[in-house]
T-cell receptor, first 115, second 110 residues
Framework: AQSVAQPEDQVNVAEGNPLTVKCTYSVSGNPYLFWYVQYPNRGLQFLLKYITGDNLVKGSYGFEAEFNKSQTSFHLKKPSALVSDSALYFC?????????????FGKGTKLSVIP | SQTIHQWPATLVQPVGSPLSLECTVE??????LYWYRQAAGRGLQLLFYSVGIGQISSEVPQNLSASRPQDRQFILSSKKLLLSDSGFYLCAWRRQSEAFFGQGTRLTVV
């Protein structure tokens, strides 16, 4: 069975400082990895994905994530946080194999950027 | 372009009443469709997924059911709601590797 762990329920960071939201995963075979953001009472918005290729993936709003196969991690990063980045962030994984349909999400990490 | 519609946005229902949440996708054909529930504002639990008309897979036993009467329509239902059914329900569709979500339905069972 595949799984995603987001070890931090909440991350607080000062505006202008770099931010990291952690994610580790477990999946058989090669993973497809994703980050989504959710604002209050809204659906999830896609930020970025890792499918193959360069381990450093750049996404929307200045976010990036680094795939580390040996550590089975896919941490989300941003060099300089904005107050508007405050939201709930979800990491997700899916097996890359054909016929694999299930996208498994972590429990989410609440990011608060303090002015 | 593809879009996903989910309604209603909010719903307050008494215990024991039926439920029907609808999700439709535009601009694509034969999508993989999903229903997720997010309880207490945290975590996403996969409830059902469908790879085609009439094909439903249930991930967890529960008071809910799903149906896919048309290619781009996915319905979440219950015959009798429980208090524990309260939550935020999200419909999603998947294209290749990416999943796209509807705006969600906030269900409160009272």
């Amino acid at each position: 069975a595949q799984s995603v762990a987001q070890p931090e329920d909440q991350v607080n960071v000062a505006e202008g400082n770099p931010l990291t939201v952690k994610c580790t995963y477990s999946v058989s075979g090669n993973p497809y990895l994703f980050w989504y953001v959710q604002y209050p009472n809204r659906g999830l918005q896609f930020l970025l994905k890792y499918i193959t290729g360069d381990n450093l993936v750049k996404g929307s709003y200045g976010f990036e994530a680094e795939f580390n196969k040996s550590q089975t991690s896919f941490h989300l990063k941003k060099p300089s946080a904005l107050v508007s980045d405050s939201a709930l962030y979800f990491c997700a994984v899916r097996n890359s194999g054909a016929g694999s349909y299930q996208l498994t999400f972590g429990k989410g990490t609440k990011l608060s950027v303090i002015p | 372009s593809q879009t996903i519609h989910q309604w209603p946005a909010t719903l307050v229902q008494p215990v024991g009443s039926p439920l029907s949440l609808e999700c439709t996708v535009e601009g694509t054909s034969n999508p993989n469709l999903y229903w997720y529930r997010q309880a207490a504002g945290r975590g996403l639990q996969l409830l059902f997924y469908s790879v085609g008309i009439g094909q439903i897979s249930s991930e967890v036993p529960q008071n809910l059911s799903a149906s896919r009467p048309q290619d781009r329509q996915f319905i979440l239902s219950s015959k009798k709601l429980l208090l524990s059914d309260s939550g935020f329900y999200l419909c999603a569709w998947r294209r290749q590797s990416e999943a796209f979500f509807g705006q969600g339905t906030r269900l409160t069972v009272v």
